[in-house]
């Protein structure tokens, strides 16, 4: 029920409008006003948490981060609705930035799907166990380029915001931390037959001292191929029992010459601040050469899969999805801005889409 009050004034402003016209906006006004004065009262007697009308005119904040918390299923979503202790190690292994190991895990699935018998779609368990353990190799790579890199990230500003750099996880704690990932990843490989035990277990030399390359030599991106692309080999070999060579170094071979072409694309990113610290890469090396350099690169790898598609019987539609691999990578090269750092991003993240092409492209043929 109104107030004595307002109704004397409703009814004057009624009288004022039938009487002379006046406009109906006292209205909205005086209905505004004791709005307000309402609202004052009832903030001075209640809590404020605790009364209806402020939240409905002020709903709480907390509701607004409840609806973001509801979150997005991105990596990066994840990794930022994770408790706090866990976010540093989240954030070591790359778990934000998921393109590393779909670069890794991609090579193992076109493995797969060659080796897969005519008619049968590549084997699920073998594409999700290589799934699993691209993520942990890729995380223990990652956990182990930030402790020998610890020093040259906290110089260059995209990667002084890394946990080691930064100072959140020890050297210790990393070191923990690469353990755990790299027994679990050796859970995943007992599940192999042992040719690819034996296989997978070679690879880790590689994984260990690629780091030391950008050191030592101009090519750490071919090293990186090596290292990258051994799922080439390992995938064959888990579907199998053992690799077919005149297919699956082709393939490897192919896989490293990728490789080349999109990490020198990354590598371009980051030349200014590798010159300032002093450390190498492909891009510094070829420099305003790069374009023929990624060229022969691509010739290179299209002939590798072409020679191991022919030695693994493939047909047509192999062919012509290589030629839209092919397509694809010309595109990519030839628009490619090496002094653009977004231009060599947005050009290196493609290489996932060129992959899960390749891939696509053996699976029809089954």
């Not at 505004?32 to 948490?49: G, I, V, W």
Request: with cysteine; proline share 5%; net charge positive.
């Amino acid at each position: 029920m109104l107030p004595a009050r307002l109704t004397s004034q409703i009814i004057l402003n009624t009288w004022r409008l039938r009487h002379h016209g006046t406009c109906y906006s006292n209205l909205p006004s005086l209905s505004s006003n004791y709005l307000n004065n309402q609202r004052k009262t009832t903030a001075s007697t209640h809590h404020p948490e605790n009364s209806p009308q402020s939240w409905l005119l002020n709903p709480p904040t907390r509701l607004d981060a409840t609806r973001k918390r509801l979150f997005s299923l991105s990596a990066a979503g994840i990794v930022n609705s994770a408790p706090a202790p866990m976010k540093p190690y989240l954030r070591l292994m790359r778990l934000d930035k998921p393109i590393g190991t779909w670069l890794l895990y991609l090579p193992c699935t076109w493995s797969i799907g060659l080796a897969a018998d005519p008619g049968c779609l590549p084997h699920l368990g073998m594409l999700t166990l290589f799934g699993t353990g691209a993520l942990l190799m890729r995380g223990a790579g990652c956990t182990i380029n930030d402790m020998w890199d610890k020093d040259f990230d906290k110089k260059v500003a995209r990667t002084a915001t890394r946990p080691i750099a930064a100072g959140e996880i020890t050297q210790m704690q990393a070191l923990v931390f690469l353990g755990g990932q790299l027994s679990l990843a050796l859970g995943v490989l007992l599940c192999l037959n042992y040719y690819s035990i034996a296989l997978g277990a070679a690879s880790l030399s590689l994984v260990v001292t690629y780091p030391l390359m950008k050191r030592i030599t101009y090519w750490p991106q071919l090293v990186l191929g090596l290292t990258f692309n051994w799922g080439a080999l390992l995938g064959w070999s888990a579907v199998i029992g053992s690799c077919e060579w005149s297919v699956c170094l082709p393939l490897y071979f192919s896989g490293v010459m990728w490789t080349l072409i999109y990490d020198t694309i990354y590598a371009h990113q980051d030349k200014d601040d590798d010159i300032r610290v002093g450390v190498k890469s492909t891009a510094l090396r070829f420099q305003e050469q790069t374009k023929p350099w990624l060229s022969g690169f691509m010739v290179a790898m299209m002939s590798g899969l072409i020679v191991a598609g022919v030695n693994a019987e493939q047909t047509l539609p192999y062919y012509a999805t290589l030629s839209a691999v092919a397509i694809h990578l010309t595109h990519q090269i030839y628009t490619l801005d090496i002094n653009k750092p977004e231009d060599c991003w947005k050009k290196f993240v493609s290489n996932r889409n060129l992959g899960l092409l390749l891939f696509l492209g053996i699976v029809s043929v089954q």
